[in-house]
């Protein structure tokens, strides 16, 4: 399926759309109603949206799991996952058009094995899984009150993201156009659509300002009318344009580019990771081809070696230890060590991580701290 253009995914997903349509029909009225607007849709802009390598979307997300953010009744939750995927939703039920009973519906009419989870991104920064492929973003950012907060959150934890939001080109009392300039409009209550929950509309640049800062590379990018307000002469109004992007996280080729295992913390702005004392890592086939050793770029701090004296890191490769090493220098080092005893090229490497000491969580930090690894990679 990761081999599937846009267009592919297009057609599968009208069919599905149909199948979807007919089965909300013979769900038994309930004390909700349907979330009414069409969120396979979307697939057709998606085919005018993205180019090259980026319109084999599932190839992108590779075998990670897929969470659609602020998913409605889950069309595409349960589209994704009919082609294979394994697929998390994420929604607020208090903001939720039926308060997620249309979600949880169809998940139980389909049979389905969506994970479904209520939460508020805007305050809990804590995410379901610690690894996504792939992110869906649709419609939701202008509902949110932090967006940096949100952005910056998701680019630690997936790869890429489907992206759609309002964004604007002019503003109450400003004369000329500002889309080239990078701002976001606050929106009083009820001041677009009647909605209470839309707070933050940007412009062009600013959507792209807010990417940038937030950790997140464009890939596909591309601003569609709303409606025929933008030709030549009509009135034009706040959020009359809707920007599709799909964007990649600047950590996706860092360390995340293995599979977490425990011990880590997330990662810094800077790309880099705490450990606990005890982390693990897995390294898949697919990723390693046939390598030969394990290169582990890490910084000891100054404070642990204040503390401690001296640090050992111990490892275990596919249940083999290897040659352990203390450092009694704070800065950079590498851990460099042999894989070639017990590595093919067709089994997972998984390495256990231990060191003779980390520092305790304080009031300064409530993490236990090991060391900070800068790479980690297998050759």
């Known amino acids: 399926m990761g081999s599937l253009d846009v267009s592919d995914l297009c057609a599968q997903a009208k069919v599905f759309g ?6 909300k029909s013979r769900i038994s009225p309930g004390p909700f109603t349907w979330y009414p607007y069409q969120s396979l849709s979307a697939f057709p802009v998606l085919d005018q949206m993205l180019t090259g390598d980026s319109r084999r979307l599932l190839g992108l997300a590779g075998e990670g799991t897929i969470l659609d953010i602020g998913c409605a009744d889950g069309d595409l939750a349960f ?37 479904i989870h209520s939460c508020d991104i805007d305050s809990e920064t804590a995410l379901p899984s610690y690894e996504y492929g792939l992110v869906l973003l649709l419609g939701v950012l202008y509902h949110l009150k932090n967006p940096f907060l949100v952005l910056e959150n998701l680019a630690k934890r997936a790869r890429y993201c489907l992206l759609s939001t309002a964004v604007t080109a002019i503003v109450p009392q400003v004369e000329t156009e500002i889309s080239e300039s990078p701002l976001g409009f606050l929106a009083s209550e009820r001041e677009l659509n009647g909605d209470a929950t839309v707070y933050w509309i940007f412009t062009d640049s600013g959507l792209r300002r807010l990417l940038e800062r937030t950790n997140w590379e464009i890939c596909n990018y591309k601003i569609f009318p709303t409606d025929d307000r933008w030709k ?70 100054g404070p642990v070696l204040a503390r401690f004296g001296r640090i050992t890191l111990e490892a275990i490769a596919n249940g083999m230890a290897l040659a352990p090493e203390t450092f009694t220098v704070a800065g950079e080092h590498e ?18 991580f231990s060191l003779s000491a980390a520092l305790a969580p304080d009031a300064q930090d409530g993490r236990e701290r090991g060391i900070v690894v800068t790479s980690i990679s297998v050759e």
């Open 79 to 115: 589209f994704f996952e009919s082609l294979g995927r394994t697929v998390e939703v994420i929604d607020n039920p208090i903001t939720n058009f039926n308060a997620m009973c249309g979600v949880r519906a169809l998940k139980s009419a389909l049979r389905s094995s969506v994970e």
């Open 232 to 301: 030549e002469g009509s009135e034009r109004r706040i959020a009359d344009l809707r920007a599709f992007c799909l964007v990649r996280s600047k950590f996706a080729d860092q360390p995340a580019s293995v599979l977490y295992g425990r011990g880590w913390h997330a990662p810094e702005d800077e790309g880099w990771r705490w450990t606990e004392r005890q982390f693990a890592v897995r390294f898949e086939s697919a990723r390693k081809a046939a390598a030969s050793r394990l290169k582990v770029g890490l910084y000891v701090p």
């Open 335 to 352: 851990y460099v060590r042999s894989l070639a005893p017990f590595s093919t090229a067709t089994s997972d490497i998984r390495v256990d």
């Open 18 to 23: 149909e199948k979807l349509a007919a089965l």
